[in-house]
């Protein structure tokens, strides 16, 4: 979908090339309309057994695949608030970010870009329980894993095995 509506004076929008790129712009405010990536975080969470936990989305995109826990920052949040927040409200466990394992850029079809802030959680306490927007929550291997749903989750899910592995030599 494509915005129409200034979102300061409701006046039709263009496109005009501003600024060295084509953006929408509003010719009655003659405001440019910027379009940032949306914020984003998820999280490892791993356990004893040294398997990461994966939440099953009940919502679309990709409804019935799995992923880690996550979602979008709030207003007035900071990226790790989010996380946890998160976290709690699709698993049911709270815990403490131990580091960042690096942010992404995501293709969305519907935000176009998602500006992703990955973490590994440690440790987690709780009760597991499937919430929000999750059919279903378990722990799996590395060599277990099911099918991700997005390509900057399994990225994470990568870098913390390989950070992992570095510090047990």
């Known amino acids: 979908m494509k915005k129409k509506y200034c979102h300061f004076c409701s006046g039709h929008l263009i ?3 501003w600024e060295g790129r084509v953006r929408l712009f ?5 405001m440019p309309i910027y379009e940032n990536p949306t914020p984003a975080t ?4 791993p356990d004893n057994k040294d398997r990461v936990l994966l939440v099953k989305r009940s919502v679309d995109p990709k409804k ?4 880690l826990p996550g979602g979008f920052m709030e207003l007035g949040e900071t990226p790790e608030e989010s996380a946890l927040r998160e976290l709690k409200e699709e698993t049911g466990l709270s815990g403490e970010i131990s580091s960042l394992l690096g942010v992404v850029s995501a293709p969305s079809a519907l935000y176009d870009t998602i500006l992703m802030l990955g973490y590994s959680v440690s440790p987690s306490f709780g009760t597991l329980i499937a ?3 999750a059919s279903d929550v378990a722990y799996f291997h590395s060599h277990e894993l099911p099918e991700i749903a997005f390509d900057s989750h399994a ?3 990568r870098i ?3 950070n992992s592995r570095l510090q047990n030599t």
Do not use: M, Q
């Open 155 to 157: 990225k994470f899910i």
């Open 42 to 45: 998820c999280l490892v969470v």
């Open 131 to 133: 919430g929000d927007d």
């Open 15 to 17: 496109e005009k090339l």
């Open 64 to 67: 019935g695949y799995w992923c």
């Open 160 to 162: 913390y095995y390989a």
């Open 26 to 30: 509003c010719n009655h405010c003659n």
